[in-house]
């Protein structure tokens, strides 16, 4: 009898309308379906939203990585042009001070240097054949380097300025009181044979007195950074130069006074 009544009942509601003409029996049926719909839909919408934000970190992590080798990239260009530029402005500080005496010149690069903490001694890609001469004076666009001691062919040995077996004649250019320039192995060079008489002030400027026969006369080399009285008749002077010698790359070599004119580049 249930089942009948059931049945009856189903086939009541398929006649039996709603107040807004909807058969009761979609009605029901809409609402036991309701539930279900709006948790599928929920889930599918989640879905959609994940899948699509993991293609889309998927894209903007290869955009990343493509972005930061274009940085990267740029970066090396940038620096090689920053080099290009320190460059043009060594070697153009080098042709300034080479066209101020009249000798004649030629250029050359730093190839090695001794592997000592303080590398006292230099080699350049320049030789006899290039008609270097020992002795020669070696100069960068900020002051004197130092001077040729060694030469093959095609190479040559520069025993730098801070050298302790190094010593050039200069003078001081703000009183022209001569001395003798040592190096000491250290960064600062040693002024000797300057009285304890004189004046010389932090920021005096040194400057070769040709005295020696190896330098020309007004080369500039450094400048005092600390003077006091000595135990002596000689005072303490420490020259710091002008030169950073641990990290020169281009040099000019003075060969002789050019036959005439201004200096001669090569």
């Known amino acids: 009898m249930i089942p009948l009544l059931i049945l009856h009942l189903v086939l ?56 930061l080798e274009t940085v990267r990239r740029l970066s090396i260009v940038n620096s090689s042009y920053e080099q290009v530029r320190q460059e043009n402005a060594r070697l153009h500080r080098l042709l300034a001070i080479g066209e101020s005496i009249p000798y004649t010149t030629i250029g050359a690069h730093v190839v090695a240097r001794t592997p000592s903490f303080l590398s006292n001694v230099i080699y350049i890609d320049r030789g006899s054949k290039d ?91 450094g400048k005092v950074v600390e003077s006091s009285k000595g135990n002596g008749v000689f005072r303490s002077i420490k020259v710091q130069p002008f030169v950073d010698l641990m990290r020169i790359e281009e040099i000019s070599i003075l060969l002789g006074p050019a036959p005439q004119g201004p200096m001669q580049q090569r």
């Open 12 to 67: 009541l509601s398929l006649q039996i309308e709603t107040p807004s003409g909807t058969y009761l029996l979609k009605t029901w049926t809409l609402a036991v379906q309701a539930p279900i719909i709006a948790v599928s839909s929920g889930i599918t919408r989640k879905i959609r939203t994940v899948w699509s934000r993991y293609f889309w970190m998927v894209g903007a992590r290869a955009e990343n990585e493509r972005l």
């Open 131 to 221: 008609g270097i001469h020992v002795d020669a004076p070696v100069i960068s666009g900020d002051g004197v380097v130092g001077r040729t001691v060694l030469l093959s062919r095609r190479q040559s040995q520069v025993q730098l300025i801070t050298n302790p077996d190094a010593s050039m004649g200069v003078m001081l250019e703000r009183t022209r009181v001569p001395g003798v320039l040592r190096g000491s192995g250290d960064f600062l060079l040693n002024l000797n044979y300057i009285g304890n008489s004189e004046q010389v002030e932090n920021g005096d400027v040194v400057l070769s007195s040709g005295l020696d026969g190896i330098y020309p006369k007004g080369l500039a080399i």
